[in-house]
């Protein structure tokens, strides 16, 4: 199993960016998926999860309305669209494979992708 982020990088108050979770070595389109975040000094925090096929997807209420996740079972990928960025969305941010139930990830993570909010 692999999942590998990008996407991530610097970004001022009010702007958008998109992040990609790349999988592989595992049938994708199988598994409900999740994106996690850690800002320094935290614990981890769920923030979106999507089911296998992408019918329903459920949000953290402190980025409900300002996310969206989306996936692409062709091409084996997971996204965040993420707008209206705060400096509080700041963190390392992580796709992780549920294993639990959705929103539930277990052992699979990827290496995460870097997000910094700033003026």
């Known amino acids: 199993v692999q999942l590998v982020e990008s996407g991530g990088g610097l970004v001022q108050p009010g702007g958008s960016l998109r992040l990609s979770c790349a999988a592989s070595?595992?049938?994708?389109?199988?598994?409900?998926m999740s994106w996690v975040r850690q800002a320094p000094g935290k614990g981890p925090e769920w923030v979106s999860a999507i089911t296998n096929g992408g019918g329903y997807t459920s949000y953290a209420d402190s980025v409900k309305g300002r996310f969206t996740i989306s996936r692409d079972n062709a091409k084996n990928t997971l996204y965040l669209q993420m707008s209206s960025l705060k400096p509080e969305d700041t963190a390392q941010y992580y796709c992780?494979?549920?294993?639990?139930?959705?929103?539930?990830?277990?052992?699979?993570w990827g290496q995460g992708t870097q997000v910094a909010v700033s003026s």
């Open positions: 992780a494979r549920d294993a639990y139930g959705l929103g539930r990830p277990g052992a699979y």
């Open positions: 070595g595992f049938t994708f389109s199988s598994y409900h």
